[in-house]
Nanobody
Framework: QVQLVESGGGLVQAGGSLRLSCAAS????????MGWFRQAPGEEREFVAGLSRSGGRTYYADSVKGRFTISRDNAKKTVYLQMNSLKVEDTAVYYC??????????????????WGQGTQVTVSS
């Protein structure tokens, strides 16, 4: 069992940056692949980024590639999402997720085992 708590969301102007954090509790954080998803109002939840257990492999949605970076610190049981060059269309609730195994390109949310409660990111023009 893994419990996930996101933080770091907020209001930022377009072109700005934010770093989201996701703190995990429970056993064996390092045995889970980690990911970030987001859901905008009226939209379906979408995959943003995935990260292997060691942090050595990543996978990004095309919409964020080159702007967002996912990373983890297994000693701190924390995964991060550094978001640069933010756009208005990045506005959404961002969710941290964990899944057993080590695949990083799993974009279907139903295949992820654990979820955080979400943190709001709002990008203004």
């Amino acid at each position: 069992q893994v419990q996930l708590v996101e933080s770091g969301g907020g209001l930022v102007q377009a072109g700005g940056s934010l770093r989201l954090s996701c703190a995990a509790s429970g056993r064996t954080f390092s045995s889970y692949a980690m990911g970030w998803f987001r859901q905008a109002p009226g939209e379906e939840r979408e995959f943003v980024a995935g990260l292997s257990r060691s942090g050595g492999r990543t996978y990004y949605a095309d919409s964020v590639k080159g702007r967002f970076t996912i990373s983890r610190d297994n000693a701190k049981k924390t995964v991060y999402l550094q978001m640069n060059s933010l756009k208005v269309e990045d506005t959404a609730v961002y969710y941290c997720a964990a899944r057993s195994g080590d695949l990083v390109g799993v974009v279907a949310g139903i295949l992820w085992n654990y979820w955080g409660q979400g943190t709001q990111v709002t990008v203004s023009s």
